[in-house]
Each structure stands twice: as structure tokens, then as C-alpha cells.
């Protein structure tokens, strides 16, 4: 059984920094990326970052410059920078890979963290 285990939520003051981890656990083949996505209140869960196994990185428009995110293979975990925050990125995060087992190799599927609450306020 696959499970992402999230870290490092929290209430910060507006231009303060958090930094979340996820780390991947269980029986599985190989993860093919790894990223952070988000949902606000009333809001559709959106993209925040994704990080795949071969370094590349992807970023939602309005965290672009802010937030980094970056991966250790080695420790199947991701992790997410996230500086200058402003109140509009109070949302609860939830990590996201896409890994395959053997069974389901080379297709694999998408896996979800239980999500981690950031919430940004003075």
C-alpha cells in the first residue's frame, strides 16, 4: 500500500515562510513526480508545484517566484518552499505522486496526502 505522509503546515504571519515535506511509503516500482496542489474554502483544488524524477519543475502562475519545490529520489520525499505568503494562500495542501507498482507498470496512478492546513494571518 502506497501512503504520502505530510509535514510542516502551520499559521504564519504574511510575508513568513513555511516549508512542507512529503514522503512516499509502502510497496511500489517507481514514482514518476511528485507536487503539491491546493484548496481553499469554496475554491477548486489547484495546482501549486510539481516536481518530476528528472529534475523538471512546474509552478502555478500566482506562487511563481515564491514557492520552490524539490525533490530527494533518494528519500521519495518532495518538498515545498514557501516564502513572501500573503493571506490568499491560506489553503489545505495536498500532496500528489504519480507512482506505479509492478502490477500496474508503466502506467501507475495518481496517490493523494490527507492534506496539511496552511493558513496565512496577522
Known amino acids: 500500500q502506497v501512503q504520502l505522509v505530510e509535514s510542516g503546515g502551520g499559521l504564519v504571519q504574511p510575508g513568513g515562510s513555511l516549508r512542507l515535506s512529503c514522503a512516499a511509503s509502502g510497496r511500489f516500482f517507481s514514482i514518476y513526480g511528485m507536487g503539491w496542489y491546493r484548496q481553499a474554502p469554496g475554491k477548486q483544488r489547484e495546482l501549486v508545484a510539481t516536481f518530476t524524477n528528472g529534475g523538471s519543475t512546474n509552478y502555478g502562475d500566482s506562487v511563481k517566484g515564491r514557492f520552490t519545490i524539490s525533490g530527494d529520489n533518494a528519500k521519495n520525499t518532495v518538498y515545498l518552499q514557501m516564502n513572501s505568503l500573503i493571506p490568499e494562500d491560506t489553503a489545505v495542501y495536498y500532496c500528489?505522486?504519480?507512482?506505479?507498482?509492478?502490477?500496474?507498470?508503466?502506467?501507475?496512478?495518481?496517490?493523494w496526502g490527507q492534506g496539511t492546513q496552511v493558513t496565512v494571518s496577522s
Open positions: 500528489n505522486a504519480h507512482i506505479s507498482k509492478v502490477a500496474d507498470f508503466p502506467r501507475g496512478r495518481d496517490y
